[in-house]
């Protein structure tokens, strides 16, 4: 499976065929257990070749170049993971984007920069 | 191959459609998962009022609280008023604390008994229409939009739930179980650990492997090598099985609940088991929630006479997750087979008369 990644308080792995996936498990988890999940590695490659970057938006900003429809949100998760966030990080960090209208979303779980 | 719809023959396995069919996981939300009860959570999570969980069955998500009179009780996640979701996703071992229930849509806030307490003034003056005075505004019965409450019954500490209009009494689905777990102490023990596995099988294909242990020998060799499966049996009652596995040496009654000395496995239809070891001081629970036909979670808690497991228990702990790893492969090489056509029916074994059974009530939930 090209995603994998792990939860944090039981360490058990999740693996899927796609990014978004990932994103789908954690927020039924979400209802079962309190636990995050952080990437064991993501075969992709707009992961691969976006820089690094603490900065969420100029992640955005560079992976939207990659995608006509949006942004899959597990694509951007697993990028930020570089730094060390978990999927529940980028998650959080993107509702306050999207409060802030500085994204939109032109389908379920893909987003854009405004 | 010619495939039986008559599954009365003992032999006969559930036709394969039913497992891989999304229509059936379509149907068995209603026929199954609508009509029995369905196990929700433990009572020990929510010991103070206002203390709540959530739990999504099917496309059903309830809240589970303990009300001002010590009651656990059950209400949809969904507001009288306009139908927004209430609440987040709270989970049983991490749960929330609550006051009254309110929406924050228009915030509407119900009792923990589910009453309309309250709704802000906008609902009692008709200020932005023209066309009504505030006099003409009929105010809200608290009883008659309270929120949509769920059936709640329980069995010891096990919160069960019912969403059909007039189901069979828990007592009656659960028969002799209720009696025999009730017998125990089971509400004395802490939760201490819950995994949450996500497996692609469907969750028949897992309950299956559950009920039989004619695989173990081949596939559970660090497990059986302790059992006597000769002397062990497998006992089939109206909606639940029980798994009698004996102990090749004696245990130290210390390390059982249950009198007998053995390993004692309750399958409950639909889709929960209570897993007395027979080996530690403490007993397990898998819930086997199907995600779609082709994906379920394995839901496992552990329960200790402690929250902080010991090193025994962490390792005891560390073997069941073994078994289930082991029994995760099989599964998923089974639904592999199932899913590509090849056999449009299963043949079960004498000793497979659980799994039998297990067929026989999705049927007739089918068919009902």
């Not at chain 1, 955005?60 to 597990?74: A, C, H, K, S």
């Not at chain 2, 999304?22 to 068995?28: D, K, R, T």
């Not at chain 2, 019965?141 to 949509?148: I, K, P, R, V, Y």
């Not at chain 2, 025999?180 to 819950?194: G, V």
């Amino acid at each position: 499976m090209p995603f994998v990644a792990r939860a944090t308080e039981t360490g058990a792995r999740v693996e899927a065929s796609t990014a978004n996936e990932v994103i789908a498990s954690y927020r039924r988890q979400q209802e079962l257990i309190d636990t995050d999940l952080e990437w064991v590695f993501a075969e992709h490659p707009a992961v691969t070749s976006v820089p690094a970057s603490d900065s969420i938006d100029a992640v955005i900003r560079e992976l939207d170049d990659y995608f006509e429809n949006g942004v899959p949100l597990g694509v951007l998760a697993a990028a930020m993971s570089k730094q060390g966030w978990t999927v529940g990080d980028t998650l959080s960090e993107v509702y306050e984007l999207r409060m802030s209208g500085s994204i939109w979303e032109p389908r379920a779980d893909h987003i854009r920069p405004v | 191959m010619a495939v039986s719809p008559d599954i009365t023959d003992e032999n006969n396995a559930l036709p394969a459609k039913y497992f891989t069919d999304p229509g059936v996981h379509e149907l068995e939300k209603e026929k199954i998962f609508g009509q029995y009860w369905v196990y929700a959570g433990h009572a020990n999570a929510i010991t103070e009022a206002g203390a709540y969980f959530t739990r999504t069955i099917g496309d059903k998500q309830v809240i589970i609280v303990r009300d001002h009179d010590d009651e656990i009780r059950a209400f949809f996640n969904v507001c009288a008023h306009r139908g927004s979701k209430m609440v987040e996703e709270t989970p049983m071992t991490n749960p929330g604390n609550m006051g009254r229930i309110r929406c924050p849509y228009h915030m509407w806030s119900y009792d923990l008994d589910g009453d309309l307490e309250s709704t802000p003034k906008s609902f009692k003056e008709a200020g932005l229409n023209p066309e009504l005075d505030d006099d003409d505004v009929c105010g809200l019965d608290a009883s008659e939009n309270g929120l949509n409450e769920v059936q709640t019954d329980r069995i010891g500490p096990f919160v069960f739930l019912n969403f059909a209009d007039d189901p069979m009494p828990l007592a009656e689905q659960a028969g002799t179980l209720k009696t025999e777990l009730e017998d125990m102490p089971l509400e004395e023990y802490e939760h201490a650990a819950r995994y949450v596995s996500e497996v692609d099988c469907n969750w028949k294909t897992f309950a299956g492997n559950y009920s039989e242990c004619d695989h173990c020998h081949a596939n559970h060799q660090d497990w059986i090598t302790d059992i006597e499966l000769d002397e062990s049996n497998l006992e089939v009652n109206d909606y639940h099985w029980i798994l009698h596995y004996t102990h090749d040496e004696d245990v130290d009654d210390e390390l059982r609940i249950h009198q007998e000395k053995e390993a004692k496995f309750y399958y409950f239809w639909p889709n929960f088991t209570v897993n007395m070891y027979g080996t530690a001081d403490g007993y397990g629970t898998y819930i086997i929630d199907p995600i779609d036909e082709g994906r379920f979670q394995l839901i496992a808690d552990y329960y200790f006479s402690d929250a902080e497991m010991t090193d025994a228990e962490q390792e005891f702990v560390q073997t069941s997750r073994q078994l289930q790893e082991e029994d995760f492969e099989l599964v998923e090489r089974q639904y592999e087979g199932l899913q590509s056509g090849a056999l449009a029916q299963a043949q079960l074994g004498p000793n497979e008369h659980t799994v039998h059974k297990l067929h026989r009530l999705a049927q007739e939930a089918y068919e009902a």
